[in-house]
């Protein structure tokens, strides 16, 4: 039963319990017009304590195709964060206004804090370098429907891993999956957290390398997940600098790519794929886009048990 409950870690949910949200997700793909009033007179908050377009955007309007409404703030200078209240105090204000939240915050733990207060269901729209697991619940319907599974995959994950909160959390829900093999891409310095090798892969005998160079394993995969290099989250512009421009995708790499590779991104992209890499059918990150909102429709619809 997934009425009432939080989402704020992509393990928070059964693998039966996301499959019951990418059904529903695929059902409202078919037919929207079947949904546009499945939430009606029901009230969606977005918290966004942190820049966002997709993530914020598709969570809005999934509510309004629901036939909901919405309220929040993008900013969080425009509300009363800036007089400096405090976090339980705004989550039981907007708690009491609204039937779910969404909040994005920059500090890690902020959605589990949050949700200890907060009287309707709250969703994690991604904290700081932590999780973002409704990207996941995206990345993992595009698998989904690119694939016909989630399982029996080689995935290569490229780019900034350790600060990539979308990364941590795919890996976190992919590695419940059969016979999913991790290709972690990425340079030293930003190698994925230690704690998601020790709690996650090691832990559940997971097969995964480590590498420094794209072109070296790019003919192995079946799906590649590009990440850009998380800007804010550097202490030092210099590093920054020098990093961003570790992975560029075009053509060229792809010759050797396979025929059916799934290439994905949860965007913003800002140097990582070639604009001419969007043509290429292999590009399924705009399609991924599209399908973040119908996951989100679902997953609202889910937790206010009105699907
Ligand atoms: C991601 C995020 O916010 O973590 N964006 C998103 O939600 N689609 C990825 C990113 O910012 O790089």
New binding site residues.
Partial sequence: MLKGRHLIDPQDFTVEELDEIFSLAEEIIKNPEDFAHTCEGKILGTLFY?P????RLSFETAMLRLGGKVVGFSEPSSSSVAKGENLPDTIRTVGSYTDIIAM?HPKEGAPKYASQFSPVPLIN??DGGHQ?PT?TL?DLLTIKIAKGKISNLTIGLCG?LKF???VHSLIKAMSRYENIKFILISPNELQIPKYIKTEVLDRKLINYIEVERLEDVIDSLDILYM??V?KERFFNEADYIRLKDSYILDREKLKSAKKDLTILH???RVNEISMEVDSDPRAWYFKQVKF?MFVRMALIAKLLGVS
């Fill in positions: 942190e966002s377009t997709r993530t994005r729209a991604g973002h990207q995206t900034d990539g909160r979308t990440t850009r998380q949860p965007l913003p973040g």
